[in-house]
Nanobody, 112 residues
């Protein structure tokens, strides 16, 4: 079955960086657009970024544009989200989605 497993979250100070990973299995990874979505504490889901199947085209929410970079390694079935210049408002649970499935999420806390 389709599985998406995120990792890389943690506690980081404002201005710091984290790289999230999402390892996928159970589907043809290189055929699917993939997405990062986040949920801040007490708030709804917020779309963060998309990447097309080849990795050539990316899209970002205005709130993260210029700070976050989405990428993928189709040989490793892995999706990434490089997050720089983190702000407190980036705190939340980060999910990768694709092929109709969601991972369990990885928690990011930006706090001094």
């Amino acid at each position: 079955q389709v599985q998406l497993v995120e990792s890389g979250g943690g506690l980081v100070q404002p201005g710091g960086s984290l790289r999230l990973s999402c390892v996928a299995s159970g589907f043809t990874f290189s055929s699917y657009l993939l997405r990062w979505v986040r949920q801040a504490p007490g708030k709804g889901l917020e779309w963060v970024s998309d990447i097309d199947s080849s990795g050539d085209t990316t899209y970002y929410a205005d709130s993260v544009k210029g700070r976050f970079t989405i990428s993928r390694d189709n040989a490793k079935n892995t999706l990434y989200l490089q997050m720089n210049s983190l702000k407190s408002e980036d705190t939340g649970l980060y999910y990768c989605t694709g092929a109709g499935s969601w991972g369990q999420g990885t928690r990011v806390i930006v706090s001094s």
